[in-house]
């Protein structure tokens, strides 16, 4: 059930950046863990980055060091600032809120979003 709304994804050349916005109107937001994952066709759905409810952050590997992962919970807005874009980063975006478990390759329960295209050119 999309509870979830993303914004952001567009082009960009390989090195650029861009920032995702979701908003989550409906639920408690403060309450929640909030992550974002990505899917390219054909490939199964991999967990980028993950922030909990007291703001503790983690990421994959493969963005550490380039994407920023924020929360604002005055707006009911997730952030991911997406640095030094590379071709592999191309992908759908979703974001997720989970609750009671932080969002994470091996648990990716809760509300999602219907995502956001990012693509990097070279």
């Known amino acids: 059930q999309d509870q979830l709304v993303e914004s952001g994804g567009g082009t960009v050349h390989a090195g650029g950046s861009l920032t995702l916005s979701c908003r989550a109107p409906?639920?408690?937001?403060?309450?929640?863990?909030l992550g974002w994952y990505r899917q390219t066709s054909g490939v199964q759905r991999e967990w980028v980055a993950a922030i909990s409810s007291v703001h503790t952050t983690h990421y994959a590997d493969s963005v550490k060091g380039r994407f920023t992962i924020s929360r604002d919970n005055a707006k009911n807005t997730v952030y991911l600032q997406m640095n030094s874009l590379k071709p592999e980063d191309t992908a759908d975006y979703y974001c997720?809120?989970?609750?009671?478990?932080?969002?994470?390759?091996?648990?990716?329960?809760?509300?999602w979003g219907q995502g956001t295209r990012v693509t990097v050119s070279d």
């Open positions: 997720n809120a989970a609750l009671a478990t932080i969002p994470s390759q091996t648990s990716q329960k809760g509300y």
């Open positions: 409906e639920i408690t937001f403060s309450d929640y863990a």
